[in-house]
Every structure is written in C-alpha cells, then in structure tokens.
C-alpha cells in the first residue's frame, strides 16, 4: 500500500511539475507577444520616440524579459518591415530610408543581421536596375574609349548540341525582348541549363557587360555580343541565354541579377543607338 501511495504522490509531483512548466512557458509566450506588439505600434509611425522607449523598458522589466528575448523580438520586427518592403520585388527610396531608420532605431549591429540585409541589399539592386539605375564597377580588362563596365561574374559559355527527332524539348525559360518594355521579374517555369545533356559546356572564364556589349572572356573562348544586335534574353533557374542570329548559353552562379543587368544595358544601348540615328536624320534633313 506504501509503495502505491508513493507512486501516487510521484506521478502527482510529476504532472504539477509539467503542468507549472507549461504555465510558465505560456507566461512566457503572452509576455513577448505584449512586448512585440508594444514595440510594432511604437514602429509603426517610422519613429520611436524618447517616451515609446522608457514606456518599452518598463514594460520589459516588469515581464522580466532578456537581452535575448528583446533582440529576438525586435529582430522579428525588423523582418516583417523588410518583408513588406521586398514584397514586389522592387524597394524605392522612400522604403529604404524608412528600413534604415528603423535599423538605428532598433541598435542593430552588423552582425545581427547580416543575413537578411544580403537579401535586401540584393533585392534593392535589382529595383535598381530595373529603373534604369546600372551598377558600374571595375573592369577586368582595358576597354573602348566612352565604354563603361556594368557587371562581371564567373561564369560558363556553353553550346547547343543537335537535338534528334522526338527527343524532350529545350529547358523553358522566362525571355525578355530587348526592344520590348516589358519590365524584368523572375516568375514563371525556369529551368535548369546544366541539367540539359545537350548544353554543352566550352569554357569557364568571366562574364563582363558594359554599356557596348557582354562579353565571354575564357581561357579557350571568346565572344562579344554588341547590344545594337542582341533580341532577346532568356532568364533560366542558373543561366541565361543571348540570343540574336543564334542563342549562346551562359552558366551563371546569379543568373537573375546577371539577366538583368544584360537586358538594362541592352535597352539602354539601343536606345542610345536609335536617338544617335535619329539625330543624323535630323542633321541630313
């Protein structure tokens, strides 16, 4: 009868040892959520004030929250800001200034999030580039005089092989008119180039776009393709193709952010080209 008792106070001991331990993780739970809704609302303005502040330290300390949990919170915080943000693709200036405040606000260190601001910063290029905006940076090599580098990356030049009767059709991917508007996204059924047995890798080397042309530059190869004659770009999941008289194949570790460069810098040369042969009719007639 002892030995019954005893394993009845036991297993009672045990089940108010869960059931306080689930009681203090739901205390736990409801404290930081009236914490970060506290925080969300003082946030939402764009401005945290000297008031919101000492009002969120109280509150912190009267739920008896850790450096940790506040960090935790506030970098969930900062997330959905940044989600909303990047939500089309596209950050404007008013949206980055307002990230950029918020990351002050909130004492972020580098470190902290460094992670989510590769996303960002990747995804602010690419809204960018798709306004006209292309990056310039160093070139590789010695280029033509007024000719400036956009963009340079590893990449792999490749070639279709025959393809016999009945076989499977090429990789599908997104294309892009370079005399079009449509304006650059990534969505719809993207490929993978290197999965395909008839791409046919040549060569590795870099991938260098200026204002001119893309340029192949490898150890075997190399290729030019002037933007006055590109057509069209196609997107793929790691590579894209160029395509005028024949498409070129290009493996690429950023296919999306080298796309778009590619089909700015196009856009943008034959504008010029148009406007330039349009001022000789003018100067002519």
Do not use: N
Request: proline fraction near 4%.
């Amino acid at each position: 009868m002892t030995s019954i008792l005893t394993i009845a106070v036991l297993l009672l001991l045990v089940g108010l040892g869960a059931a306080a331990a689930v009681y203090v993780r739901q205390e736990r739970e409801r404290a930081r959520r009236l914490y970060e809704a506290q925080l969300q609302a003082a946030l939402d303005d764009g401005v945290l004030t000297p008031d919101e502040t000492r009002e969120l330290a109280t509150l912190r300390a009267e739920q008896g929250l850790s450096d940790a949990e506040t960090r935790m919170i506030a970098r969930a915080c900062y997330r959905r800001a940044l989600r909303a943000a990047v939500a089309d693709a596209e950050v404007d200036e008013e949206e980055a200034g307002r990230l950029e405040r918020l990351r002050e606000q909130l004492g972020f260190t580098a470190d902290e999030i460094r992670v989510d601001e590769r996303k960002y910063e990747r995804l602010r290029l690419l809204s960018r580039i798709g306004r006209g905006d292309l990056p310039e940076v160093p070139a590789p090599f010695l280029l033509l005089a007024g000719e400036r580098c956009h963009w340079v990356a590893q990449a792999t030049l490749c070639r279709r092989i025959g393809i016999p009767a009945g076989s499977r059709p090429m990789p599908e991917g997104v294309g892009f008119r370079v005399q079009g508007d449509e304006p650059f996204r990534a969505g719809g059924a993207r490929d993978a180039l290197g999965a395909d047995a008839r791409i046919l890798p040549l060569d590795l080397g870099l991938l260098v776009v200026t204002s001119h042309r893309t340029i192949f530059r490898g150890a075997k190869q190399r290729v030019s393709f002037p933007h006055g004659a590109l057509e069209r770009v196609v997107l793929y999941r790691d590579g894209l193709s160029l395509e005028a008289e024949e498409p070129w194949y290009i493996l690429v570790d950023d296919a999306e952010l080298t796309g778009a460069v590619v089909l700015g810098a196009a856009r943008k040369r034959r504008a010029e080209l148009v406007e330039r042969a349009a001022a000789r009719g003018r100067g002519t007639a």
